[in-house]
């Protein structure tokens, strides 16, 4: 009888296995996803991403956290074209995205830290600010208790330089803001995004350590 | 025990053989995903299996592995941002599968082939864009003037004692210039003989710019030459205050920002008064330039897409200057005028596929312009209204159709000091214009364009009807050939046609063959070459109150040409740059001319190089423009052959620095830029100066840039 079970069991995992396991596929890749740093792996795990999207069709994660994995690439590339390159890419997988949820303060969250990225020089800086500044404020009000939102116009605020109305100073209370509303903020379900919160600590600590 | 342990193996036997049954085998596919047409790997192609998640991407060779463990049956679909995505069935046992496969471009896709004859585009993500916004800002010499920074591409004259676009062979008249597709009238600030003019429209209003220097779309017409289409920004976002300081001048603007909507206004005020009391001037100035402006801007966000626009900008200056009068004598020119310019545009989809586009300008000029014992005062009204839609047919065929109607009033005043003689004259044109194009894409290489325009004026009752054509094919991943041919039209400028009103439109056809490779983000080359022939030219004579008097459309003329223009980003680190070329073969018989000769306002050769560079520590862009010609002809009185003799050659070289810092927290751009920075004695030309009556011997006027050297320093801040 136990064996039974036993075989009825490994019978079902593999079924399972086999099958469509959307919440495990994404939970494991998205894991992997914080975890990765290289460009070849998020590179690859962005196509994996875009794959689950491609078969689930309505879902609007997936394409999400594509275009978060073309994004976090340019947190480790120098290369202006590089990073635009790969911008590009976030921004068609974003779009998609937002086909699905128009209404998604997440996905302008990630389309303001998107338009933050392409400011790799100065001269670029003020374009890109403002269009960074209008996507969180749109964010701002779809939902305002989004902790992502403040920890992004927090890091907005600390790399502008302190002589155009940034630094570390103007940015604390942002910081702040942010520490409390991750502290509070209840995910609507498993896969949700939970980048910023221990970046946000971290730069938090530094500053104070700083000023 | 032993049974039941005998059985246990045989389940877990089972199990694995039922597992099996799902698994069955594992079957390696491999292969290569490659551009159909260029046979190029193509890096980071998607490789899925149908259904599932499962899959991988292609690596830099643009090959993958794949394991697939999966049933008898399965699709592959290789996909690819902008190419069309394939899928492969699958029946089979076998343990490796080699899958090659060639994608195909999608004909939607930004890579798709854009017919780039004749136009030149600046625009932040449009593929056939040579130019960004920001180039006109930061190009040496352009002083944040588009039209200065245009010129800077192929096919232009430099004509620094103009101001206006010069194009292949055409003169300032023939280039028509747009705002969101409809005409702008008077897009210059008022010109007066020899000193160059500057455009009304600041570069900040535009986020992109079409330029073509021929072979344009049937929407666009009366222009022989040209069209420079000019797309204004959208709904801003941010509440800006901006404070422009200038040592000529200074402007002041601010924006306000609603849900789906923003209004700005701005003012400025420029006097070159204390500038030209510095420097050493070669004009000798009575009173100096001074002007006042103002813009109001408006835009609207609608339902579904929809976008509506408004701008008005008014401006009133004045100058008076001395001028040598050909006789020896001083003559004084005194200039003062005021403009208006209205233009609103409105967009919205009508349904998925159509697209309606409804604009009208209008502008009022109204000039007094006095030289020595002439005083003249000009009005001019002129009104637009457009209408267009865009009909996306199916996924190649688009279609443009649509009409225009133009109503020009102008007036004339004309007197003599003392009053002695005075004349007056009016006139009113209605211009209608019909056009329809279609955009074919045959796929994803090759788009054809076949236009027709239909024009008709109602003050000399001609109707027109100009075929055009354009094809593009794409040879490689970035390289492309376009064709372009097309009649143009022109009726005379209200300048010629206030003294005849029988003087008929004039008429231009192009021929242009071109090539682009590369892109702007890296390298890109561009050769063009051009064939052009001019039919019913205006000619008549200069009377003696030196004013050009047409009588018949007899003149003719040609133009041959090629354009080169290589941009590039890579080479040298930090530094952008690039060089044009234009050569021109171009002779007419036009106005005056006893013959037909290459006209004043040509040089047959033309060479700009452009270099920026950045320097990051200091947050600077350091900037050079290097403008080249040969020597532009002239005619001296009394010589034999008419037009025989070539003015030299004209060099400059300007320089400038753009600083990038603030004042209390606030955007600040510190602009430096100095114009011949080799302090030549530039000599444009000559002019010859028409006899005046009583004068028997006939003289000629140099033409030099009225400053020898300028200087400008410009602070501008952006508060928000």
Not at chain 1, 118 to 125: A, C, F, K, Q
Not at chain 1, 157 to 165: D, K, L, Q, R
Not at chain 2, 317 to 334: E, R, Y
Not at chain 2, 540 to 546: I, L, M, P, R, T
């Amino acid at each position: 009888m136990k064996t039974l079970v036993i075989s009825i069991l490994v019978f079902f995992a593999a079924v399972s296995l086999s099958a469509k396991n959307y919440e495990e596929t994404m939970r494991l890749t998205i894991l992997e996803m914080y975890k990765s740093h290289t460009s070849g792996k998020l590179n690859s795990l962005a196509g994996k991403f875009f794959r689950i999207g491609e078969s689930e069709q309505d879902k609007w994660l997936p394409y999400y956290y594509a275009a978060y994995s073309y994004v976090s690439i340019t947190f480790n590339v120098d290369d202006s074209d590089e990073i635009d390159a790969s911008l590009d890419k976030a921004q068609e997988m974003l779009d998609k995205a937002m086909g699905l949820a128009p209404n998604e303060s997440e996905l302008y969250v990630l389309q303001g830290l998107l338009h933050s990225m392409r400011i790799t020089s100065p001269m670029r800086g003020m374009k890109y600010s403002s269009l960074s500044r209008e996507a969180l404020e749109k964010a701002t009000k779809l939902n305002p208790k989004n902790p992502r939102i403040w920890f992004c116009k927090a890091q907005n605020v600390y790399h502008t330089p302190s002589m155009f109305g940034g630094g570390a100073e103007k940015a604390l209370p942002l910081f702040e803001k942010a520490d409390c509303l991750f502290d509070s903020f209840k995910a609507p379900n498993a896969l949700w995004p939970s980048w910023g919160e221990e970046s946000n600590e971290e730069l938090l600590e530094k500053i104070k350590k700083e000023l | 025990m032993k049974i039941s342990s005998i059985r246990t193996v045989f389940l877990i036997l089972s199990s694995v053989l039922l597992i099996g049954g799902v698994i069955k085998g594992q079957t390696m596919v491999s292969g290569c995903v490659a551009d159909k047409h260029t046979q190029e790997p193509l890096v980071g192609a998607n490789i899925i299996i149908k259904g599932t998640y499962d899959g991988t991407i292609t690596g830099e060779d643009g090959c993958f592995t794949l394991e697939v463990n999966e049933r008898d049956e399965f699709t592959i679909v290789a996909s690819f941002l902008g190419y069309q995505s394939q899928e492969h069935n699958f029946y089979t046992g076998e343990e490796e599968i080699v899958l090659n496969i060639s994608l195909k471009e999608s004909s939607q896709s930004l890579n798709a082939v854009t017919i780039t004859a004749g136009s030149f585009e600046a625009g932040d993500k449009k593929r056939a864009a040579v130019m960004s916004p920001m180039d006109i800002y930061t190009t040496a010499g352009s002083l944040g003037d588009i039209g200065a920074a245009l010129k800077t591409l192929p096919g232009t004259q430099i004509a620094p004692d103009d101001g206006r676009l010069l194009v292949r062979g055409g003169d300032a008249s023939e280039t028509r210039v747009l705002m969101d597709g409809v005409l702008a009238s008077k897009p210059y600030y008022s010109k007066v003989p020899d000193l160059p003019t500057r455009g009304r429209f600041a570069p900040s209003l535009f986020e992109g710019t079409f330029f073509s220097t021929g072979g344009y779309s049937a929407e666009y017409g009366q222009a022989l030459s040209s069209v420079l289409v000019l797309e204004s920004q959208g709904v801003a976002f941010d509440e800006l205050t901006s404070i422009s300081l200038m040592n000529i001048g200074g402007e002041l603007s601010n924006t306000w920002v609603g849900d789906d909507r923003s209004f700005s206004a701005g003012a400025g005020y420029y006097n070159f008064g204390p500038y030209n009391s510095l420097v050493k001037n070669n004009i000798n100035w009575d009173d100096d330039v001074e002007s006042f402006n103002g813009n109001l801007n408006f835009r609207q966000k609608g339902e579904n897409g929809g976008l509506f626009k408004f701008f008005a900008s008014g401006d009133y200056g004045g100058q008076s200057f001395w001028v040598p009068s050909g006789s020896g004598d001083k003559l004084k020119i005194d200039d003062e005028g005021g403009t208006l310019y209205i233009n609103s545009t409105y967009h919205n989809a009508l349904s998925e596929k159509t697209i309606v586009k409804l604009g009208g300008s209008y502008t009022y000029d109204d000039q007094r312009m006095v030289a020595g014992m002439h005083h003249q005062n000009t009005r001019e009204a002129v009104s637009e209204g457009k209408l267009k839609f865009i009909t996306q047919l199916s996924n190649s065929f688009k279609i443009t159709w649509g009409g225009a109607w133009q109503k020009s009033d102008f007036n004339e005043e004309y007197q003599q000091t003392g009053g002695e003689f005075t004349w007056e004259t009016n006139f009113t044109d209605h211009l209608t214009s019909a056009f329809a194009e279609l955009e074919w894409n045959l796929n994803s290489r090759m788009a054809f364009r076949p236009g027709l325009r239909y024009e008709y004026s109602s003050q000399t009752e001609e109707q027109k009807i100009s075929p055009r054509a354009a094809l593009a094919v794409k040879t490689g991943d970035k390289t492309s050939f376009s064709l372009a041919w097309g009649h143009f039209y022109q009726a005379a400028q209200t300048d010629f046609l206030k003294y005849n009103r029988d003087i008929e439109m004039q008429k231009a056809e192009h021929f242009i063959f071109g090539l682009q490779t590369g892109d702007l983000s890296s390298r890109l080359f561009r050769a063009e070459v051009y064939h052009k022939e001019y039919d019913h030219l205006v000619t008549g004579e200069y009377w003696s109150f030196g004013e050009f008097v047409p009588e018949t459309n007899n003149g003719e003329g040609y133009a041959n040409g090629f354009d080169l223009f290589y941009r590039d980003k890579q080479l040298i680190k930090k530094t952008d740059f690039w060089i044009s070329y234009s050569y021109i073969d171009s002779k007419r018989k036009f106005m005056d001319y006893s013959e037909k000769v290459v006209p004043e306002f040509i040089s047959p050769h033309t060479l700009n190089v452009v270099a920026k560079h950045f320097v990051l520590p200091i947050r600077s862009q350091v900037g050079v423009t290097w403008s080249w010609n040969s020597g532009r002809p002239y005619h001296m009185p009394g010589d034999e052959n008419f037009m025989s003799r070539t003015a030299p050659n004209y060099s400059d070289l300007g320089m400038n620095l753009s600083y990038l810092t603030s004042i209390l927290g606030n955007y600040t751009i510190i602009h430096f830029s100095v114009s011949n920075v080799l302090e030549r004695d530039q000599v444009l030309g000559y002019r010859r100066v028409p006899l005046e009556e009583g004068e028997s011997k006939a003289s000629l006027v140099t033409i030099s840039p009225d400053v020898r050297q300028f200087m400008f320093l410009g602070v501008f801040i952006s508060i928000n």
